[in-house]
């Protein structure tokens, strides 16, 4: 499977913005697709992911009640939503995907797919 991470930019803190991410190539038996967001000097951090055949959604802390993860009706097409923006949300956006099933969706080293990644940027 091939991704493509899409719809970063600069953003003032409160605001919205919402990244896609495409899927390309072998779709069928994908366990998981997800999102996670890595700033220099810190490890990959996981951000939001979706069980593909299931629909079961995960968030990481950090993000709860402010971001959304929802798969678009192309059945390709994951999105995160995110709302009430703050400066520590700004990142690279990264969307991965696995096939297999054994770890945790947020265990960001059980994903052998990924994006190129997308820039968030929040202003204060």
């Known amino acids: 499977v091939q991704l493509q991470a899409s719809g970063g930019g600069l953003v003032q803190a409160g605001g919205s913005l919402r990244l896609s991410c495409a899927a390309s190539?072998?779709?069928?038996?994908?366990?998981?697709v997800g999102w996670f967001r890595q700033t220099p000097g810190k490890e990959r951090e996981f951000v939001a992911g979706?069980?593909?055949?299931?629909?079961?959604?995960f968030y990481g802390d950090s993000v709860k009640g402010r971001f959304l993860i929802s798969r678009g009706d192309a059945s390709n097409l994951v999105y995160l939503s995110m709302n009430s923006l703050k400066p520590e949300d700004t990142a690279v956006y990264f969307c991965?995907?696995?096939?297999?099933?054994?770890?945790?969706?947020?265990?960001?080293?059980?994903?052998?797919?990924w994006g190129q990644g997308t820039l968030v940027t929040v202003s204060s």
């Open positions: 991965a995907a696995r096939y297999g099933g054994r770890g945790t969706i947020p265990s960001v080293g059980t994903y052998d797919y």
């Open positions: 190539g072998r779709t069928f038996g994908l366990y998981a």
């Open positions: 979706i069980h593909w055949s299931t629909s079961t959604i």
